[in-house]
């Protein structure tokens, strides 16, 4: 392994951030296992689509998934009737990147902190 190209599906869009992320890791990826990736972009149901068809994939290491928490963490808080269980039919490999998330709002509202935007939404 691996003996022919590997697909890197990214169950988002084009220019997405989970996209541009994952052709980052491909080129690298694949000059060190001297093989093609292809990213593969499986866009739909946010992210749930391309991740369902990693998780029903032949477990033979040619099709990887490169993704977000959404549809690993999130989806299956939110729904008992998912295409796929990310605990038993996927396995972790490796955290490529972090991402913060920020709440910004107009200063003209006053909110300098976290407690001001609550009292301000209240």
């Not at 292809?38 to 990693?54: E, H, I, S, Y």
Request: aromatic content about 4%; overall charge neutral; proline content about 14%.
């Amino acid at each position: 392994w691996p003996a022919r190209p590997i697909t890197l599906v990214v169950p988002f869009p084009p220019g997405s951030s989970p996209d541009i992320i994952g052709r980052l890791v491909a080129e690298p990826l694949a000059a060190a296992l001297g093989q093609p990736v292809v990213v593969d972009n499986k866009p739909g149901a946010g992210g749930n689509l391309g991740t369902g068809m990693v998780a029903k994939a032949e477990p033979d290491g040619y099709t990887l998934l490169f993704t977000i928490q959404g549809p690993l963490v999130t989806a299956p808080l939110l729904s008992k009737a998912l295409p796929y269980d990310p605990a038993r039919e996927l396995a972790p490999v490796t955290l490529v990147a972090t991402s913060p998330n920020l709440l910004v709002v107009d200063p003209k509202l006053g909110a300098d902190t976290l407690a001001d935007f609550v009292r301000a939404a209240k």
